[in-house]
């Protein structure tokens, strides 16, 4: 019978902020997969987890993955985790997956502490839709890149960033979406957490007057504002598409999508002109 590979999500700062069920899960496997076994015996050791460990990162995944596979087809249980949160958002660990799923592995999410959700529940953002991209691009072209083709989306934008580069990007998030809500999440769960709010620019400024800039960072950004509503007469404003050169029906079709309406909807109001 082949093993099972355990998805685990550990703290992403205070020690507490672990399910009894990963805390169960890794006393039971017979191997730890850590991102850095280092970090992670610190949390094994304050639960009193007994278990052997091994590394599994960016620099050996493709060799380590096969060798996981092979024990979890002799058996045994393997817990993947990360440094901090869950595994595989932007950590490694999805070569691993893929392989225990092609290998008919059974594989079991172990859910827990989200950096990318505990940012978002306590921004005062909008939470309906929001778009995780992960960690915005190091050098200044690719970033604005990233930036520009995210500008349309209306969703509350979440990011990753490193301290060191934290300034450089809230001046690109300014340059590319303008003066939008943003929030910076700094040592979640940790002993400095702290929210800094206000516009890009603003946010800026609170951090340039620091010293330095320390500890793990997630950016939020607010989301794109819709179109004005179209206040005008439907007659008018179909019209205006006709006379652009776009066929009637289309037009009809296009302001009626534009207005939540049915075209039907549309054509009615049309004829009682």
């Known amino acids: 019978m082949p093993g099972q590979l355990y998805v685990v999500a550990t703290p ?16 039971e496997a017979d191997l730890i997969a850590c991102e850095d076994t280092r970090q992670t015996r610190k949390l094994l050791d304050h639960y009193g987890i ?26 045994a249980a393997v817990a993947v985790v990360s440094d901090a949160g869950v595994p ?13 799923v092609e290998a008919g592995i059974p594989v079991a999410p172990i859910p827990g502490p989200s950096a990318v959700l505990a940012a978002l529940a306590a921004s005062g953002l909008p939470t ?16 604005a890149k990233m930036l520009e083709a995210l500008a349309e989306e209306h969703a509350t934008l979440i990011f990753f960033e490193a301290p060191h580069r934290v300034l450089e990007a809230l001046r690109a998030i300014e340059e590319a979406l303008g003066p939008r809500p943003v929030v910076v999440a700094r040592e979640l769960t940790k002993l400095h957490e702290e929210f800094l709010r206000g516009t890009a620019s603003e946010v800026r400024a609170q951090m ?6 320390k500890g793990e960072i997630t950016i939020l950004v607010g989301k794109a504002a819709g179109p004005a509503p ?31 309406l049915s075209k039907r909807e549309v054509y009615e109001q049309l004829l009682r002109k």
Do not use: C, W
């Open 12 to 27: 992403i700062g205070n020690l507490e902020d672990i399910t009894y069920r990963a805390v169960r899960i890794l006393k």
């Open 50 to 75: 007994a278990k052997p460990t091994v590394s599994y990162h960016e620099h050996n995944e493709a060799e380590r993955a096969a060798e996981l596979v092979e024990r979890m087809r002799a058996g």
């Open 230 to 260: 179209d206040e005008r007469p439907i007659e008018e404003a179909v019209e205006e598409l006709v006379h652009g050169g776009l066929p009637r029906m289309d037009a009809i079709k296009q302001v009626a999508r534009r207005r939540g």
């Open 88 to 100: 595989l958002v932007s950590d490694p660990g999805y070569r691993l997956v893929r392989a225990a």
């Open 208 to 213: 340039e007057g620091r010293e330095t800039v």
């Open 128 to 143: 309906d839709a929001f778009h995780f991209a992960g960690f915005l691009p190091a050098k200044p072209v690719q970033r």
